[in-house]
Nanobody
Framework: QVQLVESGGGTVQTGGSLKLSCATS????????MGWFRQAPGKEREFVAG???????YYGDVGKGRFFISRDYTKNMMNLQMRNLNPDDTAVYYC?????????????????WGQGTQVTVSA
């Protein structure tokens, strides 16, 4: 059973920064592709960023130039550093993990999901 535990959500003002983290087991961390998705009220879940076990990173349009995804091998943790946040970034952010595949930006390739963490950006 793969478990993913997100942390780091909260409320921040426009222009601020937040760092989200996703903890998992060492085995999952070494093998699985991991990613971040988000879902705002009334909207579909969308891809934010993903990172392969090889450390190759991919970004969705929502976070290009503002978000940075990384792996912390000392803690078996994936991080998402978000900068210059705006109210459109308000959403529940989900950590996901999946067996390696060619596709990385669609939620169908991820097998496991965390509970989600709320990010709220005030104007």
């Amino acid at each position: 059973q793969v478990q993913l535990v997100e942390s780091g959500g909260g409320t921040v003002q426009t222009g601020g920064s937040l760092k989200l983290s996703c903890a998992t087991s060492a085995r999952t961390f070494r093998i699985y592709t991991m990613g971040w998705f988000r879902q705002a009220p009334g909207k579909e879940r969308e891809f934010v960023a993903g990172i392969r076990a090889s450390d190759d990173a991919y970004y969705g349009d929502v976070g290009k130039g503002r978000f940075f995804i990384s792996r912390d091998y000392t803690k078996n943790m994936m991080n998402l550093q978000m900068r210059n946040l705006n109210p459109d970034d308000t959403a529940v952010y989900y950590c996901a993990a999946g067996t390696p595949r060619d596709i990385i930006r669609t939620e169908e390739v991820y097998d496991y999901w965390g509970q989600g963490t709320q990010v709220t950006v005030s104007a």
